[in-house]
C-alpha cells in the first residue's frame, strides 16, 4: 500500500521482474525514436521558414527584374537602385543558406560548414571586381549526403535538404544568377532582363518552392511516425504498469482479510491460553 508497487525487489517476482527489465529497455528505445522525430521536426521547421524567406526575396528581385526591363519607365538611377538592391538581397540569400539548427548547418548536408563559405569573401563574390569568380565564391562546400534520423526499428529518414539541390552551385547557381541580373540592371539590359534573366529567376524561385513542399511533405512523413511511436510507448508503458502496479481496492481487500485473521488467531490464542487464577493474581 505505502509503495502502489506489486514488485519492490526481484525475489517478489522473478519472472515478472525479467519482463519489466525487457519491456524498459524497448521503452527507452522507443523513447529516443520520439527524441529523434521531435529532433528531425525542428531541424524541417527551421529549414522550411528559411525557404520561406528565400521565395519571398526572389519574388522581391521577380519584381525588380519586371521594373528594369520595362527601359522606359526606368531613370538611369533608378536601374542603379535596383541592381544595388538584387546585390543586397543576394548577400540576404547567402546568409540565409547558412542558416544553422544547433548550430549545424541545415544546407550542408553531414558537413558542419557554411555550404558557401566563398560567399562574402571579397572580391570573388563582387560581379564588379576583376578577381569575381562565381565558380569560387558559390562552390558548394558540403557533402550531398542527407541528414538522417533513426524513427523506429530499422527505419532512418532524410530530414534535409543539401544547398546544391536548393540554391545549385558555382555559376550556375542562383547567387551568380542575381549577379546577372544586378549587371544587366545596372547597364540597362532590357533585352537580357526580359528574357533570359526571367526565365531563369523563375526556375529558380520554382525549385525553391519545390523544396519548401519537399521539406513539406518530410514533416508529414514524421508527424505519422510521432504518432506511431507514441502509440507504441503508451502501449509498453500499459504493460509494464500491469505486472508493476498494485491495484489499490485488491491491496486493500487483502489487508482487511489479513487483519481480520490476525485478530481472530489473537481470540483463539487468548482463549486457548487461559491464565490460571494464581497466575491471574500474581
Do not use: C, H
Amino acid at each position: 500500500m505505502a509503495t502502489g508497487k506489486q514488485i519492490i525487489q526481484p525475489s517478489d517476482n522473478p519472472s515478472g521482474t525479467s519482463e519489466v527489465l525487457s519491456l524498459n529497455a524497448q521503452l527507452g528505445r522507443f523513447q529516443q525514436y520520439s527524441s529523434n522525430i521531435s529532433d528531425g521536426q525542428s531541424w524541417l521547421n527551421t529549414a522550411d521558414t528559411t525557404l520561406g524567406s528565400v521565395v519571398k526575396a526572389l519574388d522581391q528581385v521577380q519584381t525588380d527584374v519586371l521594373s528594369g526591363a520595362n527601359g522606359a519607365a526606368q531613370s538611369a538611377g533608378g536601374n542603379q537602385a535596383l541592381s544595388q538592391e538584387v546585390l543586397s538581397i543576394k548577400q540576404q540569400i547567402l546568409s540565409l543558406a547558412s542558416s544553422t539548427y544547433n548550430s549545424r548547418p541545415i544546407f550542408s548536408g553531414t558537413y558542419g560548414v557554411s555550404p558557401y563559405p566563398q560567399g562574402s569573401a571579397g572580391g570573388v563574390s563582387d560581379p564588379t571586381s576583376s578577381s569575381y569568380d562565381a565558380n569560387v565564391a558559390y562552390a558548394y562546400a558540403g557533402s550531398s549526403s542527407p541528414v538522417t534520423r533513426v524513427v523506429a526499428p530499422g527505419q532512418t529518414v532524410n530530414v534535409s535538404l543539401t544547398g546544391q539541390q536548393v540554391f545549385g552551385s558555382g555559376s550556375t547557381s542562383v547567387f551568380a544568377l542575381l549577379d546577372k541580373v544586378s549587371q544587366d540592371l545596372a547597364s540597362g539590359n532590357t533585352t537580357a532582363l526580359s528574357g533570359t534573366d526571367l526565365s531563369q529567376l523563375q526556375t529558380a524561385l520554382s525549385t525553391v518552392t519545390q523544396s519548401q513542399g519537399t521539406v513539406g511533405t518530410m514533416g508529414t512523413s514524421l508527424a505519422t511516425d510521432a504518432a506511431q511511436v507514441s502509440s507504441k510507448v503508451t502501449v509498453i508503458q500499459g504493460q509494464v504498469s500491469i505486472l508493476t502496479d498494485a491495484s489499490e481496492d485488491q491491496v486493500v481487500t487483502e489487508l482487511d482479510l489479513q487483519e481480520t485473521s490476525y485478530q481472530a488467531a489473537l481470540e483463539t490464542t487468548a482463549k486457548i491460553i487461559q491464565p490460571s487464577l494464581a497466575q491471574f493474581l500474581s
